[in-house]
T-cell receptor, first 113, second 114 residues
């Protein structure tokens, strides 16, 4: 089955800096890659996603890139703010897995004022 | 849309008691997922349904756990008997299988077993 690895597990940046979180996946049939943000005590919330026919997608200060050949995708957050502090999860869906998502272990992002 | 609805939001029970968690998926969604989240294990998929049919229950910890989806708008996760190690946040999520596959989570049920 699909395996998703996420790095780093913790990331600390200064307000205004950029943050990058990287994920690799194992199943070349994967075609859908969402990112979730989970604030303390809250539910995971979908913040951006990308499909395998697209290399990059941007939404204001966040962007996601996909490299199908290398089987990795990344989340980029620019001009970070304290409210970006949260745990971020990447996930992948393989065609053979039906509707199931395989999640990474999560990255704790801390933005220091 | 109200989003995914879960109840109760908090449950405190004693070891050995039966616990039932409830979920109402987003209207029109045909896939439903039950997850468990703990600090030690992270986010684990317990079971998921497509069109009310259980597809993969390999994540269910043991026979004490059972899940049902009697119709498209309701699912339950039952733990009987409950144990302290079952203490966790249980999330329900739903998506549209065959469509966008965007998965949306409910607010979760925080279960504490003493």
């Amino acid at each position: 089955g699909e395996n998703v690895e996420q790095h780093p597990s913790t990331l600390s940046v200064q307000e205004g800096d950029s943050a990058v979180i990287k994920c690799t996946y194992s199943d070349s049939a994967s075609n859908y890659f969402p990112w979730y943000k989970q604030e303390l005590g809250k539910r995971p919330q979908l913040i951006i996603d990308i499909r395998s026919n697209v290399g990059e997608k941007k939404d204001q200060r966040i962007a996601v890139t996909l490299n199908k050949t290398a089987k990795h995708f990344s989340l980029h957050i620019t001009e970070t703010q304290p409210e970006d502090s949260a745990v971020y999860f990447c996930a992948a869906r393989a065609e053979t897995s039906g509707s199931r998502l395989t999640f990474g272990e999560g990255t704790q992002l801390t933005v220091n004022p | 849309d109200a989003g995914v609805i879960q109840s109760p939001r908090h449950e405190v029970t004693e070891m050995g008691q039966e616990v039932t968690l409830r979920c109402k998926p987003i209207s029109g969604h045909n896939s439903l997922f039950w997850y468990r989240q703990t600090m030690m294990r992270g986010l684990e998929l317990l079971i998921y349904f497509n069109n009310n049919v259980p597809i993969d229950d390999s994540g269910m910890p043991e026979d004490r756990f059972s899940a049902k989806m009697p119709n498209a708008s309701f699912s339950t996760l039952k733990i009987q008997p409950s144990e302290p190690r079952d203490s966790a946040v249980y999330f329900c999520a739903s998506s549209f299988w065959g469509g966008s596959y965007e998965q949306y989570f409910g607010p979760g049920t925080r279960l504490t077993v003493t």
